[in-house]
């Protein structure tokens, strides 16, 4: 019994850390690979590709555009999403799974813009890969090293990674720069690796390196990080090897002092 509420409190945090943020449910990035479908935006931000461009998104990650129904496959588990995408044939829309007042209307289900006839409007994409995508994955490991594509040889133009890293509740993931040779400019404009501490590329930004410095180890503040490397169309150089390791939380009572300021967490720690 004591065990039972005692999981029953550490799932309840791992619910509420699973949250919904910004229209962003949070764990959708394991969900969209459940179905094959993912959402991109251009890399000059939200809104910013058209018809043709947003196929091409989808292309540079072996996918093509989302029909509407594998939209509507993907929303049905859990894929939701606040931002209207390009889907095949020139549909634009959105999977709403939770409904709210400020995305979707209130309603839930594929917000439908339609078959839009100017190509040239510039909403997101969402992509279609049944076989994942060619570099990247979801790591679950508690000890990896993450490669550029191809490595040790050179990796190649026009890759977009994504490396998503979801270790246990509690554990931190620590980062340590093995090998590092990206294409050198000052703003890292042209090949990149960006660090996230958080579940995707938008929330808790760390760092953006290029050249062939070695960047500092790298601690997350929670169990998950996203890492993201791009490259352009031009000039390719050694890559990258990055070791991460699960770092365990200290097992005294104090770290459930600390961390416990739930009312569940509080009852626990009495019982026990
Ligand atoms: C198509 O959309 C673009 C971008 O919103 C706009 O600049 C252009 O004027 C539109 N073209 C037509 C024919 O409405
Ligand atoms: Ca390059």
Redesign the pocket.
């Known amino acids: 019994m004591i065990l039972l509420v005692f999981l029953f409190a550490v799932q309840w945090d791992k619910i509420a850390g699973w949250g919904y943020k910004n229209g962003i449910l949070h764990n959708s990035i394991w969900l969209e690979q459940a179905a094959g479908v993912y959402h991109r935006e251009a890399r000059a931000g939200k809104y910013q590709l ?1 018809y043709i461009e947003a196929k091409g998104v989808c292309k540079f990650e072996g996918g093509k555009l989302a029909t509407y129904q594998q939209l509507e496959a993907a929303r049905k588990i859990g894929f939701h999403i606040c931002a209207a995408g390009w889907m095949d044939k020139g549909r634009v829309g959105y999977p709403i799974v939770k409904a709210s007042s400020n995305c979707g209307f209130g309603k839930t289900g594929i917000v439908d813009y339609g078959y839009r ?6 909403w997101d994409a969402y992509c279609y890969n049944p076989n994942g995508k060619h570099c990247g994955g979801v790591l679950t490991d508690p000890k990896r090293i993450i490669k550029s594509p191809g490595f040790p040889k050179e990796y190649e133009n026009n890759q977009i990674c994504y490396w998503h890293i979801r270790l246990k509740y509690g554990q931190r993931i620590h980062l340590h720069f093995l090998e590092f040779d990206l294409e050198d400019d000052i703003s890292c404009l042209s090949d990149y690796l960006e660090v996230y501490d958080s579940y995707d590329d938008v929330h808790g930004f760390v760092g953006r390196y290029c050249g062939f410095e070695l960047p500092a180890e790298i601690i997350s503040t929670g169990n998950v990080m996203t890492l993201k490397f791009v490259s352009d169309a031009s000039i390719t150089t050694g890559g990258f090897q990055i070791k991460y390791i699960a770092v365990d939380p200290p097992k005294t009572k104090k770290f459930w002092h600390d961390a416990g300021s739930t009312t569940a967490d509080k009852n626990t720690y009495s019982l026990s």
Not at 117 to 122: G, H, M, Q, T, V
């Open positions: 058209t006839l100017n190509k040239s409007e510039r």
